[in-house]
């Protein structure tokens, strides 16, 4: 067993909740969706930028971002892009150092 393991069974703090999950698998599988939707979804700005007929309603976290003005182009990033992947063909070793940039950026 993990510590994390003998933590959900001995700790005091995750004991009640090893015990409502333990009982109730639709809690479970309701709570753990709402968790991996709010961590896959945190940073995306406004729901009006989700599309599709399964999106889930708004949640206030997430607007975050300020909403796109009428008539406002959005940045045109494929010249960034293009320079990124100019580079790395260039240098392959920096595709490290690429990763944990985009990690350190998402917070």
């Known amino acids: 067993m993990l510590t994390s393991d003998i933590a959900l069974k001995e ?3 995750y004991r009640p909740f090893a015990d409502l999950y333990a009982g109730d698998m639709k809690a479970l599988e309701a709570d753990f969706a709402e968790a991996w939707y709010q961590l896959t979804s945190r940073d ?6 989700c599309i599709g007929d399964t999106v889930p309603a ?7 971002l300020a909403e796109s003005k009428e008539g406002e182009a959005l940045p045109d990033y494929v ?4 320079a990124i992947q100019e ?3 260039a240098n392959p070793n920096a595709v ?6 985009a990690r350190g950026c998402a917070g």
């Open 11 to 13: 700790d005091e703090k």
């Open 44 to 49: 995306m700005g406004p729901a009006s930028r």
């Open 58 to 64: 708004p949640r206030p976290f997430q607007f975050t």
């Open 79 to 82: 010249p960034v892009r293009d």
């Open 87 to 89: 580079y790395l063909d």
């Open 96 to 101: 490290a150092g690429f990763s944990d940039l």
